[in-house]
């Protein structure tokens, strides 16, 4: 009996050292694998275990990241850094705008900020890195293998111009480049690199070295945007069109503050919408989905469906009066030519619209500063060319403006003063925009680079026009969607050169409608 008493107490006592052993097993893998999520990012972390411990935060009113981060250097076999980071797999495009902050006085010229695409947080991961450093070195570098030692300059692409503040990496199968650009200028490609082993799943962050042991380091990042982007629907022969994707991408409806390049989603949603207008008071904006039309405060929240009655087939093209007073929209018809995009006007409160453009297809874009006019583009006489023209509200006459046999002409816009009309043509071969008197004469074109450059808005003041530019390698006829495009700038009373805004993706829906705000400060847009 004294045996048996002594065994059990002994099996109790291995008991108990199981629990404990298990339950401080558990706590370390709990502490091991906890993560700390920040802003987009899953998690963020020290790297490499360094002296100082760093840190990641984020401001949800001003969406912008604060991270502070000490370590040796990103070289060799192995790295100290702080990172905040997502799991992502497959291609996508990352961009953010990136600057020093704090105490930089005699700092080390190789401290470093960027974007890192890494296999893992172990210290000797394979990663490539988008990086600027404090004395303007501009350099994206990697380890293909863990534990690997970096070499210079074998695993490194160098870049002549110094600085930067937008940096963008790129992944695209196994190939993975880097873009950098200053305020106000078209991203730069700084250079590629084929890493063929680099596993598909990877964290994708952004990043700070102190580059010194014994210092912390402190930077901001904004306008931070992970995006999946879809496979071009484009061959290498912009001219040559394969069909068009169906896949949809989520939609992010965001404010531009045109001061300072500084960008603010209030709205997101897995599906389609598009062309967010600015609404008199300043308050709400409104946009397209689904075929109506809604509303939502310019601080966000839940959307509110405006009546259109029966049309119930809204599309991207819809403007406000200068008034404030009625709404104009473009909705298809069932069993009419050219899709059936037919113009109505109906009041901005809502209600039963009124058939404006009896042939199709017509789309409207904008209208005149007087109220008894809009804009529209269509296809007339059986032509497949579309021409401008403007339409009487009162007996729906059409005057055409262009009479173009060949090319493509859309977007036009009234300035505010009534003395011109801003449009978008591919006279050159490449789409520009141009601005003619209300008559259609004294046509002249007002951009002349490598973009394609649609839908021109003019500001309320009269100061200034925005525009959306894409890439060379779209057919000069189109406006796709989902595509890496650039918002820019243009002061309309001092000649110069247009001014870079935001880098997103994008395209058709982004910003096809008048979208300025009533004190002439910021303009609404939809990224996917």
């Not at 104009?328 to 901005?348: D, E, I, M, N, T």
């Not at 003619?436 to 394609?452: A, V």
Request: charged share 20%.
């Amino acid at each position: 009996m004294k045996k048996e008493v002594i065994i059990h107490n002994q099996k109790k006592g291995l008991n108990v050292i199981r629990f404990i052993f298990f339950s401080l097993a558990a706590m370390v893998c709990t502490d091991s694998f906890a993560q700390h999520p920040v802003g987009i990012f899953d998690d963020h972390t020290d790297i490499g275990n360094p002296k100082i411990q760093g840190s990641t935060s984020y401001d949800e009113s001003s969406q912008v990241y604060n991270i502070a981060g000490g370590g040796s250097n990103i070289w060799f076999n192995r790295d100290e850094f702080q990172f905040a980071y997502k799991k992502m797999k497959g291609d996508f495009i990352v961009t953010a705008d990136f600057e020093f902050t704090g105490d930089t006085a005699g700092a080390v010229g190789h401290r470093k900020i960027g974007w890192m695409i890494r296999e893992s947080t172990d210290e000797g991961a394979a990663s490539m890195n988008a990086c600027k450093h404090i004395d303007g070195l501009t350099v994206l570098q990697w380890r293909p293998y863990r534990g690997m030692f970096m070499r210079d300059p074998e695993d490194e692409i160098f870049f002549s111009k110094k600085g930067g503040q937008t940096i963008q990496m790129q992944r695209r199968g196994k190939n993975l480049s880097m873009w950098i650009a200053h305020p106000g200028e078209p991203l730069q490609f700084v250079g590629s690199h084929v890493l063929e082993d680099m596993k598909d799943d990877v964290l994708v962050g952004i990043y700070i070295c102190a580059h010194d042991s014994n210092t912390l380091a402190h930077a901001k990042v904004w306008n931070v945007r992970i995006d999946s982007p879809i496979v071009n629907e484009y061959t290498s022969n912009p001219h040559v069109v394969v069909p068009p994707i169906k896949e949809v991408l989520g939609s992010h409806l965001e404010i531009l503050d045109i001061s300072n390049g500084n960008r603010r989603i209030i709205h997101e949603s897995p599906g389609r919408f598009e062309a967010p207008n600015w609404m008199p008071d300043g308050k709400k904006l409104l946009f397209n989905e689904g075929g109506y039309l809604y509303t939502i405060s310019t601080d966000g929240g839940t959307p509110e469906k405006l009546s259109t009655g029966s049309v119930s087939k809204n599309n991207n093209d819809h403007a406000i009066s200068f008034d404030g007073k009625m709404l104009a929209v473009s909705s298809s018809r069932q069993g009419v030519p050219g899709g059936g995009s037919a113009v109505y006007v109906l009041p901005l409160t809502g209600g039963e619209p009124k058939l404006i453009t009896a042939s199709t297809p017509s789309y409207l874009h904008g209208w005149n500063p007087n109220g008894k006019e809009v804009l529209i583009v269509a296809q007339r006489n059986g032509s497949k060319i579309f021409n401008l023209y403007k339409v009487s509200i009162a007996d729906s006459k059409e005057t055409p403006l262009t009479f173009n046999t060949s090319g493509h002409v859309d977007g036009p816009e009234y300035s505010p003063d009534g003395k011109y009309i801003y449009y978008n043509a591919n006279v050159s071969g490449t789409m520009q925009i141009w601005r003619m008197k209300p008559d259609g004469s004294g046509k002249e074109q007002l951009t002349f680079d490598e973009y394609h450059n649609w839908f021109p808005h003019i500001s309320p003041d009269g100061k200034w026009m925005v525009f959306l530019s894409f890439p060379l390698t779209i057919n000069p006829d189109a406006h796709p969607q989902y595509k890496p495009v650039m918002i820019r700038l243009m002061a309309l009373s001092q000649p110069g050169a247009p001014k870079a805004m935001a880098y997103l993706y994008g395209g058709q829906g982004t910003l096809n409608a008048p979208s300025w705000s009533p004190d002439s400060k910021y303009i609404a847009f939809v990224s996917n």
